[in-house]
């Protein structure tokens, strides 16, 4: 017979590590509900204590993963922000020194995303 694991103790570090966590997490939607627990043998109990902090880890994976969406796509909007605020500046020859900033954003967006950032225009919510 093989040992068991600690779930119950794993699940509290999940709980720890997801109290710890700057980032707004959203619960996922629940899928079903689960079978009542018969008689466990060891190996059905190990096995079922394994299937919970594979769950967990899978959620606590997936809440993160898109809190981190979310929080990259505000990132990107303030940049983009910046980048129009200091492209408009630099029209003006008194503010010619912005115009070698506004050419690496220009160059570092194309690198990153491989398309030109978008005219301002045909971005209404970073008005």
Do not use: C, W
Request: no cysteine; hydrophobic share 45%; net charge negative.
């Amino acid at each position: 017979m093989s040992k068991g694991i600690d779930a119950e103790a794993i699940l509290r570090t999940l709980a720890d590590v997801r109290r710890s966590i700057p980032y707004e997490l959203k619960p996922l939607p629940q899928e079903g509900t689960a079978a009542p627990i018969a008689a466990l043998d060891a190996d059905t109990m190990t096995d079922f204590e394994l299937e919970t902090v594979a769950e967990g880890l899978e959620r606590l994976t997936a809440e993160l993963s898109g809190a981190l969406e979310r929080a990259h796509a505000k990132a990107l909007a303030e940049a983009l922000r910046v980048y129009y605020a200091a492209e408009e500046l630099a029209r003006d020859p008194a503010n010619a020194h912005l115009i070698p900033h506004v050419d690496a954003m220009r160059r570092a967006y194309e690198h990153d995303y491989g398309v030109p950032i978008p005219a301002k225009r045909s971005n209404p919510s970073l008005d």
